[in-house]
């Protein structure tokens, strides 16, 4: 998987110094030369290998769970600890929902037994077929969709009433285009609900928090196919399978500005599985957003 990212890195019509394939990957080689379609296909893969090793990410909401969402109790997750506040929603029955890189069976199986209308997009295939298992056996209906987060070009503008985006665009090596494709998507007056990473933990060296220990050591932005050592790159997708970006927070937040979007909420959390990451036990490691489109209903 990794092997054939690389390839495309090297051998991209027109990029710098093209590599042959014998010649090992450049660190300095900018991400940004390989497309970014090309980018997502990689962490695409990675999610589909993540379901099947039953990352909790993946893991799909049981029966029992369902069942509340349809008597009304349920609550949902942007980021790994904290709910997202139930005024954050608004009435979600009969809305049109966009679940946006929100696959695995979590998500969009409580708002459709709430009773919303839900879309889910994702790029993982066995991501999606955690929702569609999950529909099948409690009876409910779910639009599945396989795409990229940045590429909403199968919706019509003015599409839905609340968009719910969980902390996944750390995956995206840009985001601004998610931002704008949003904003298209959403009604006026309608709401974007969003979970990104503190840009500030893409600083700390991953195999030193490994052993218990913080060390500063990437400049920011940072990407990990780009500022990386190949055989640390390595060991990172043989155990990951994803690769991830950093994103400031100018264009997390100052991105869904620019985007038209006003800003109405937002709140701090951390790592799943507290207290065993040594970044959560001195930062927020995640924020959540809340964000309005404005104009006319």
Known sequence: MLGQALEVARLLPGSEGAESASEPFSRHRMVYAMPMDEVM???QRGWDLRVEEGDVWTRPVTSEQVARARSGDWSLLLTPNRPVP???FGEVAGRDILCLASGGGQQAPILAAAGARVTVLDASALQLGQDEMVAKRDGL???L???FMHDLSMFDDMSFDLIFHPAS?????RIEPVWQECFRVLRPRKALLSGFMNPDVYVFDNEAQERGELVVRHPLPHA??????SDELERLVA???VVEFS??????IGGQLRAGFLLTGLYEDRDHGLPTTERSKYMPTLFATRALKPGQS
Not at 169 to 173: V, Y
Not at 224 to 229: G, I, N, S
């Open 41 to 43: 296909k990689l962490n």
């Open 86 to 88: 139930r005024e954050w």
């Open 141 to 143: 209906r779910i639009n």
């Open 145 to 147: 969709v396989q795409g």
């Open 169 to 173: 665009n750390c995956f995206a090596p």
């Open 224 to 229: 990990e196919v780009r500022d990386l050592p």
């Open 239 to 241: 155990r990951d399978h």
């Open 247 to 252: 994103h400031s927070l100018e264009e997390q």
